[in-house]
């Protein structure tokens, strides 16, 4: 088992910026390709990015090409999102979730990933 928390969200305005965290308590870390997903009110929830192992393969939704980075601290146990340049369509509920099976490469489909946190909310103001 593994245990997500995200912290990190808040109330931006538009053009501003936040940055995510998501800690992992359980098994060992670095065995999982971690990823963040999101869900805005009344839409599916969606990939967002994701990253392998050691932080060596990282891929992004177009959506958020060029303004999200996710990294991570294997030492602490640690997945973040910097979210830059930040839009009103980017308002919504922030999964950070982990994938043991995929840890090499990560993978940008929802149902790879078998551990999920809670979600922290990211509102956007215009």
């Known amino acids: 088992q593994v245990q997500l928390v995200e912290s990190g969200g808040g109330l931006v305005q538009a053009g501003g910026s936040l940055r995510l965290s998501c800690a992992a308590s359980g098994r060992t870390f670095s065995n999982y390709a971690m990823a963040w997903f999101r869900q805005g009110s009344g839409k599916e929830r969606e990939f967002v990015g994701r990253i392998n192992w050691n932080g060596g393969l990282r891929s992004y939704a177009d959506s958020v090409k060029g303004r999200f980075t996710i990294s991570r601290d294997n030492a602490k146990n640690l997945v973040s999102l910097q979210m830059n340049s930040l839009k009103p369509e980017d308002t919504a509920v922030y999964y950070c979730?982990?994938?043991?099976?995929?840890?090499?490469?990560?993978?940008?489909?929802?149902?790879?990933?078998?551990?999920w946190g809670q979600g922290t909310q990211v509102t956007v103001s215009s």
């Open positions: 979730a982990a994938d043991g099976r995929r840890a090499y490469s990560g993978s940008g489909n929802i149902n790879d990933y078998d551990y």
